[in-house]
C-alpha cells in the first residue's frame, strides 16, 4: 500500500477508544499503522523490529474489544503479556504454557490468550470462538507445506476470525516465494472496505514464477528442476 494511502485514511470509529484504554499514546506512524488495520482487518504489519508492531496490534485488540488469540513463538509470551500490561492494563491475558492443553476452556474467559505456535498447530479449534487472530513473527508461516502454516490457515478458513493481523519485520527472510502464504491468509478476509478480497496469483508456483528469476538446474543426467532467485517485477509485488 502507498505510504500516502496509509495517512489519508480517514479516522476509524473504533479508534475513539485509545485515547481511554491504552496507558501510553501512540507514535503518530504506530497511529496510522493501527487505524489502517482497523479499516483492513486481514493485514501484514511489516514494520522494522523495534518501531512498535506489538503496540499496534495491542490498540487494534483494544479497539476492537474482542477476544484475542496471539500466536508467537514460546519465547515470546511472557514478552507479549508484560505490553499488555504496559499498554492496556485494563485488558486480562491469559498465558498458556505448551503443557497446558487439557487446560484450555480455562482460559476462555481472558480477552487476550498468548500461545506458542506449537500448541496453537495442535489445538486450533479451541481457538475458533476468538474473534481477533494475531500472528507474531508471522514469517514463521513462510512455507505452505508446514504443519503450523497448515493448521493457521485451515482455522482462518474454518472459523473465520473478524480481524487477523501478521506482525513481521522480515516477511521475505530468503526467497520472495516465502512471501506467497502470507499474502493466501490474509486474502481470506471475508470483507475489505465492503469487498470480499482475492488473491492474484492462484497458487505459490505462477506467484514465484512472477517475482522470482527462474532457471533449469541439471541434478542428474535425465532431470531438471527449477531453482528461483532475485527479485523481478517489483512494482507489481509493492
Not at 506458542?116 to 489445538?123: A, D, I, K, P, V
Not at 493457521?152 to 501478521?166: M, V, Y
Not at 506467484?207 to 532431470?223: C, L, M, P, W, Y
Amino acid at each position: 500500500t502507498e505510504e500516502n494511502e496509509v495517512s489519508n485514511l480517514s479516522r476509524h470509529p473504533l479508534a475513539s477508544t485509545w485515547n481511554e484504554r491504552l496507558a501510553l499514546p501512540l507514535f503518530p506512524y504506530q497511529y496510522e499503522g493501527a487505524n489502517y488495520a482497523l479499516h483492513y482487518p486481514y493485514l501484514i504489519l511489516g514494520d522494522e523490529m523495534g518501531l512498535g508492531k506489538t503496540a499496534q496490534a495491542i490498540a487494534v485488540v483494544v479497539a476492537r474489544g474482542e477476544q484475542t488469540v496471539v500466536v508467537c513463538p514460546a519465547f515470546l509470551r511472557i514478552n507479549w503479556r508484560n505490553e499488555f500490561r504496559k499498554f492496556a492494563p485494563g485488558v486480562t491475558c491469559a498465558l498458556i504454557e505448551d503443557g497446558a492443553a487439557a487446560k484450555l476452556e480455562a482460559w476462555k474467559s481472558a480477552d487476550v490468550v498468548v500461545v506458542s505456535y506449537e500448541l496453537f498447530t495442535r489445538n486450533v479449534a479451541a481457538f475458533a470462538h476468538c474473534k481477533t487472530w494475531i500472528a507474531d513473527e508471522a514469517h514463521y508461516l513462510k512455507s505452505l507445506q508446514a504443519k503450523r502454516t497448515e493448521a493457521f490457515l485451515r482455522g482462518i478458513r474454518t472459523a473465520r476470525p473478524a480481524s487477523c493481523l501478521f506482525l513481521t519485520g522480515t516477511a521475505i527472510l530468503n526467497r520472495v516465494s516465502e512471501f506467497y502464504s502470507l499474502l493466501l491468509m490474509t486474502s481470506q478476509s471475508p470483507v475489505a472496505c465492503g469487498q470480499r478480497t482475492h488473491l492474484v496469483f492462484a497458487n505459490e508456483r505462477k506467484f514465484t514464477n512472477f517475482f522470482s528469476h527462474g532457471k533449469e538446474v541439471h541434478i542428474s543426467a535425465d532431470k531438471t528442476v527449477m531453482k528461483y532467485e532475485g527479485l523481478k517485477n517489483y512494482r507489481h509485488l509493492k
